[in-house]
């Protein structure tokens, strides 16, 4: 192995440590999603702070506990895809991207943040909103709060979900007005048939 080749290992862990260690390490990413959604969006689309990684609070490195630094070391050193990474400063969609492309292809898309949606998987959807994960991140969407979604993409999928409870509603509805118009016929019929009775029997 070439000394170059022998350096880009640790210059990725390097890297990597960077970006889980600095919340402005990495701004393409978000600012890739602003500028594509027009939408404002925090460090909370992948991280457990809306703030980032750096101070005490909750999700942030200062306030980490030994097993969650152990969790975050696991994830710093995940350069290929395929582990399974629960850094505590991410959250689940952060962790996903990490898991699945490594922290090796997380950086390359770093020079170009377009591309991060094209190498997720196209049907994961884990807020079950009905939009895919992929295409949250092209509208500035979080892929974790079902109830944020371009309106108009909540509006078809919620439309699609129920279109067979809507139309049996339906279908229940118009049955019960035809039975009931069924219905108030037959009285009405009985009450001329027995009027007629009355009238031919001569009764008063
Ligand atoms: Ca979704």
């Known amino acids: 192995m070439k000394p170059r080749e022998r350096r880009l290992p640790l210059?990725?862990?390097?890297?990597?440590?960077?970006?889980?260690?600095?919340?402005r390490a990495y701004p393409e990413f978000q600012t890739w999603i602003v500028k594509n959604s027009g939408r404002s969006v925090n460090c909370a689309m992948c991280h457990a702070h809306p703030d980032g990684p750096d101070g005490t609070g909750y999700g942030q490195i200062g306030r980490l506990t030994s097993e969650e630094m152990e969790r975050l070391n696991f994830?710093?050193?995940?350069?290929?895809?395929?582990a399974e990474v629960q850094s505590?400063?991410?959250?689940?969609?952060?962790?996903?991207?990490?898991?699945?492309?490594?922290?090796?292809?997380?950086l390359e898309l770093k020079l170009d943040p377009s591309q991060l949606p094209d190498t997720l998987d196209?049907?994961?959807d884990l807020d079950r909103d009905g939009i895919p994960d992929a295409q949250e991140l092209r509208d500035g969407t979080h892929p974790l709060k079902k109830e944020d979604g371009r309106p108009w993409r909540l509006f078809v999928n919620n439309a699609q979900r129920n279109?067979?409870?809507?139309?049996?509603?339906a279908a229940a509805t118009a049955a019960g007005?035809?039975?009931l118009t069924r219905l108030l016929h037959?009285?009405?019929c009985?009450?001329?048939?027995?009027?007629?009775e009355t009238e031919d029997s001569g009764e008063p």
């Open 11 to 23: 210059l990725l862990a390097l890297a990597g440590f960077v970006w889980t260690a600095s919340a």
């Open 75 to 82: 994830a710093r050193r995940a350069i290929e895809p395929g």
């Open 88 to 106: 505590p400063i991410l959250n689940k969609f952060g962790n996903l991207i990490v898991s699945r492309l490594g922290m090796k292809k997380v």
């Open 122 to 124: 196209p049907v994961s």
């Open 163 to 169: 279109l067979s409870p809507l139309l049996l509603t």
């Open 177 to 179: 007005l035809y039975g």
């Open 186 to 188: 037959g009285f009405a």
């Open 190 to 196: 009985a009450a001329r048939a027995e009027r007629r």
